[in-house]
C-alpha cells in the first residue's frame, strides 16, 4: 500500500500570498497518477487536479500541479478568499487508492 | 448533467445492518468505476474501495475488506455499501465517488451508530 504524506499540516497564510503544498509517497506512484482535492466544511470534496498537473473541469488556473515519482506539489499561486480549505492528495496508480492526511490552509 | 445522488442519513443500533445507495445519472453507468470514501467525523478520507459496474469487478483496501460490502445493479444504475454488523466506530459520512480519481461526488451519507 502506498503511504501518502502531506506536510505541512497547516498553512497560515494571507489572501493575494502563494501557497505551496506537499505530497510525498512511499513508493512511486505509476503513471503520475496522483489527484489534489479541495474540501470546506460541510461539503463533499471537489478534484482540482488529476495526472498530477491537469487541472479538472472550471478549476482556476492559479492553481497548479507539479511533480512525479514520489514527490508532489499543489500551488496556488495568490490566495483568493473562497481557497481557505483543506487539501487532499490521493493516488490512484496503484490499488489500494489512498488518500494524505491533508493540508488545511488558513488565514493568518 | 453527471450526477450522483446518495441515499439519506442513517440512524442504527450497533450490531444492526444497513444498505446505502448511490445512483448515478448522466453519463453511461457501466462505463466507469464508482468507489466509497469514509470521512470519519473531523477526520480525514478513506478510500474503501471500488466497482466497476460492467462486470461487477471491485477490488477493497485492506483495511475495509471484510467489514463492508459493495455492489451495483447496472440495470438501475445504484452502486450499494453494505454493513452486515454495525458498530460504533463506524459513524461516518460517507461518500460515493466515479472513477480512478474522483471527478464526481455524491452528497455524502451520514451514518450515526450508537445505543
Known amino acids: 500500500e502506498i503511504v501518502l504524506t502531506q506536510s505541512p499540516g497547516t498553512l497560515s497564510l494571507s489572501p493575494g500570498e502563494r501557497a505551496t503544498l506537499s505530497c510525498r509517497a512511499s513508493q512511486s506512484v505509476s503513471s503520475s497518477y496522483l489527484a489534489w482535492y479541495q474540501q470546506k466544511p460541510g461539503q463533499a470534496p471537489r478534484l482540482l487536479i488529476y495526472g498530477a498537473s491537469s487541472r479538472a473541469t472550471g478549476i482556476p488556473d492559479r492553481f497548479s500541479g507539479s511533480g512525479s515519482g514520489t514527490d508532489f506539489t499543489l500551488t496556488i499561486s495568490r490566495l483568493e478568499p473562497e481557497d481557505f480549505a483543506v487539501y487532499y492528495c490521493q493516488q490512484y496508480g496503484s490499488s489500494p487508492f489512498t488518500f494524505g492526511g491533508g493540508t488545511k490552509v488558513e488565514i493568518k | 448533467e453527471v450526477q450522483l445522488v446518495q441515499s439519506g442519513a442513517e440512524v442504527k443500533k450497533p450490531g444492526e445492518s444497513l444498505k446505502i445507495s448511490c445512483k448515478g445519472s448522466?453519463?453511461?453507468?457501466?462505463?466507469?468505476?464508482i468507489g466509497w470514501v469514509r470521512q470519519m467525523p473531523g477526520k480525514g478520507l478513506e478510500w474503501m474501495g471500488i466497482i466497476y459496474p460492467g462486470d461487477s469487478d471491485t477490488r477493497y483496501s485492506p483495511s475495509f475488506q471484510g467489514q463492508v460490502t459493495i455492489s451495483a445493479d447496472k440495470s438501475i444504475s445504484t452502486a450499494y455499501l453494505q454493513w452486515s454488523s454495525l458498530k460504533a466506530s463506524d459513524t461516518a459520512m460517507y461518500y460515493c465517488?466515479?472513477?480512478?480519481?474522483?471527478?464526481?461526488w455524491g452528497q455524502g451519507t451520514l451514518v450515526t451508530v450508537s445505543s
Open positions: 465517488v466515479r472513477g480512478g480519481y474522483f471527478d464526481y
Open positions: 448522466g453519463y453511461s453507468f457501466t462505463s466507469y468505476w
